[in-house]
């Protein structure tokens, strides 16, 4: 009895305490974090690079390799936002697809330039596997992408870097720290 | 007298941390292949396995889709139950199910249902393999890693004579290390 009483005692403790770790890890994300919504992530993005946001979606992909990347979306496929697993994430499961997700991470951006589409047009001219090259989109099938439909999409975003009248375009992501679903 | 007692140890060392690895090499061996064949491009996905189904379904007024029109579609294929959510693009509709999606093209009607099932067991082999469970088990995979050193170097030592490392094993060995190098050689 007195054991089975000590087990209790100890179990509450424990317990309580893991909720007051869940709940103070909840107010250091809450703190100085920004709120981004994904319907103007696009427009907002280059004034919180490298700042530490929050982000609510629905998952609309897992990329199958590892499940290290993911993308959501809110209520229309037209603008998604790369979310990508950092350090303490360990990946993104494919049940996770169509499930609403609060991601807490660090807005990065990547730069894409003349130079680097040229050296990605040489990777995927090569023969061999080149799935890890280039800029991942989230589009249905983009995984299982051919050469012709890389190479298009290399001539595309020449086309737009050309448009843009810079020297680079930027893409944006978000490196979760974690991710929570939302029932 | 000395070298006897070392070569004691050495079995005892190889015998008991060969136990103590059965558990770990299996599961790393049977997700290795899977894995490897995952990569190459047999499976679409290591965890689960897919099945499509085809069919027709009726196109939404004015063509947009709704949660009424995705609760009727769904009522119709009994699936109501299952419903995560859904989400609308240039012209189709995607829902989101327990276990896959419906996706319907709303120009034509025309419907793809994703039916998934978890490969339990393979899933979890596959989680381990990855090290995507972290933390203490980072730690614990290395230990294992260094009781694999372990076990191939006492193994060399196990048998003395003509099958051990002096006779035998020393072929066997060689053939073991060439392999790999022939292989770097010819693919690099």
């Known amino acids: 009895m007195t054991r089975n009483i000590i087990f209790i005692i100890l179990s509450i403790f424990i317990f309580s305490a893991c909720d ?31 700042r530490a946001v929050v982000i609510e979606g629905t998952v609309l992909h897992t990329c199958k390799h590892g499940g290290k990347r993911m993308f959501i979306v809110d209520g229309t496929d037209s603008i998604r936002v790369e979310i990508t697993a950092g350090q303490d994430v360990t990946q993104f499961d494919e049940s996770l697809a169509g499930s609403r ?83 | 007298m000395q070298r006897k007692t070392l070569r004691r140890w050495n079995n005892a060392l190889h015998r008991d941390i060969g136990y103590l690895c059965v558990g770990m ?22 965890d689960y396995s897919k099945s499509y189904r085809e069919f027709k379904v009726a196109i939404p007024p004015k063509g947009i889709a709704d949660k009424t029109y995705v609760f009727s579609v769904l009522d119709q ?38 039916i998934k099932t978890t490969r339990y067991v393979i899933k979890e082999f596959n989680l381990l393999h990855y090290n995507n469970i972290k933390k203490m088990y980072t730690w614990f995979s290395d230990l294992y890693a260094v009781a694999l050193i372990i076990l191939a170097i006492t193994g060399l030592f196990v048998l003395r004579g003509k099958n051990g490392i002096i006779g035998r094993g020393a072929w066997l060995t060689a053939i073991g290390i060439l392999l790999p190098a022939l292989f770097l050689l010819y693919y690099m």
Do not use: C
């Open chain 1, 101 to 183: 997700v609060r991601v807490f991470g660090i807005l990065k951006e990547e730069r894409i330039d003349a130079k680097y589409l040229n050296e990605w047009e040489a990777e995927v001219k090569k023969p061999e596997e080149n799935h890890n090259a280039g800029i991942h989109t989230g589009a249905k099938g983009h995984e299982d992408q051919g050469v012709r439909e890389k190479l298009d999409q290399i001539n595309s975003l020449r086309e737009d870097l050309k448009k843009s009248g810079k020297d680079h375009l930027s893409f944006y992501s978000i490196e979760a720290g974690k991710f929570i679903e939302l029932k």
């Open chain 1, 20 to 50: 007051q770790g869940m709940k103070k890890a909840e107010a250091d994300h809450s703190k100085d974090t920004v709120k981004m919504a994904v319907l103007t992530f696009e427009q907002k993005a280059d004034s919180f690079i490298n």
């Open chain 2, 25 to 46: 090499t299996i599961i790393y061996a049977i997700s290795g292949i899977i894995l490897n064949h995952f990569k190459s491009g047999d499976f679409t996905h290591p």
């Open chain 2, 77 to 114: 294929l009994h699936e109501k139950d299952h419903f995560k959510s859904f989400i609308t693009g240039e012209n189709y509709v995607q829902i989101f199910l327990d276990k896959g999606y419906v996706y319907i093209d709303l120009k034509n009607g025309e419907a793809e249902m994703e």
